[in-house]
């Protein structure tokens, strides 16, 4: 089956640098990936949407210049956080969605801890 | 854009019981609707999906309805097992090609 692998699995940063998150669809096209956040104990809330060789479209209240997402091929989106603080601690989850009707591979999650 | 409300937020039943999740939505465009179970720290994982043509699906334990017209839709498992815990996600697809969360149901199996 579609396989997404995300790396990497946990990270732990200090405050005021940056983080790259790689999503990797191994086996498919991923013509649409999203990025996901989830907090502890609530549910994922989506972050950006990004189409290959596009720019990314982001939620409202997400801040595009703080989450850098890239998706410059079929199979690889980043999602990097610039300037990370701890209030970006979370964990973050990708789902790439390929071609035909229907069906979505999420990624394994990062656990980004920032200190 | 869409919402999608899910009830109840935590549920606990005794193992071998039947377990329900209930969803709304609000764009009538919406026509994909799949169920997640989720472990902590892990991935969601699809369960069990529906579509907007079909009112009923079942795979073995567990089955989901979808009322379109009322614009919900509910998870169903039967004969409940302890390694059924675990937060279950709904989640809505409109034409735009994005999937809107429900909160989540924090299910307990009590053995």
């Known amino acids: 089956g579609a396989v997404v692998s995300q790396h990497p699995s946990w990270v732990i940063c200090k405050s005021g640098t940056s983080v790259k998150i790689e999503c990797r669809s191994l086996?498919?096209?991923?013509?649409?990936m999203f990025w996901y956040r989830q907090f502890p104990k609530q549910s994922l809330m989506l972050m950006a949407t990004?189409?290959?060789?596009?720019?990314?479209?982001?939620e409202q209240g997400v801040e595009k210049d703080k989450f850098l997402i890239n998706h410059a091929s079929l199979t690889l989106s980043t999602l990097t956080v610039t300037s990370a603080h701890p209030e970006d601690s979370s964990f973050y989850i990708c789902s790439a969605r390929g071609q035909g009707p229907y069906g979505y591979t999420f990624g394994s999650g990062t656990r980004l801890t920032v200190v | 854009g869409e919402n999608v409300e899910q009830h109840p937020s935590t549920l606990s039943v005794q193992e071998g019981d039947s377990a329900v999740i209930k969803c709304t939505y609000s764009?009538?465009?919406?026509?994909?609707f799949p169920w997640y179970k989720q472990e902590l720290g892990k991935r969601p994982q699809l369960i069990i999906d529906?579509?907007?043509?079909?009112g009923e699906k079942k795979d073995q334990r567990i089955a989901v309805t979808l009322n379109k017209t009322a614009k919900h839709f509910s998870l169903h498992i039967t004969e409940t097992q302890p390694e059924d815990s675990a937060v279950y996600f709904c989640?809505?697809?409109?034409?735009?090609?994005?999937?809107?969360f429900g909160k989540g149901t924090k299910l307990s199996v009590i053995p």
């Open positions: 086996d498919f096209q991923a013509t649409t």
């Open positions: 990004s189409n290959e060789g596009s720019k990314a479209t982001y």
């Open positions: 989640a809505a697809e409109a034409g735009s090609y994005q999937l809107t």
């Open positions: 529906i579509r907007s043509n079909v």
């Open positions: 764009d009538s465009a919406s026509n994909y």
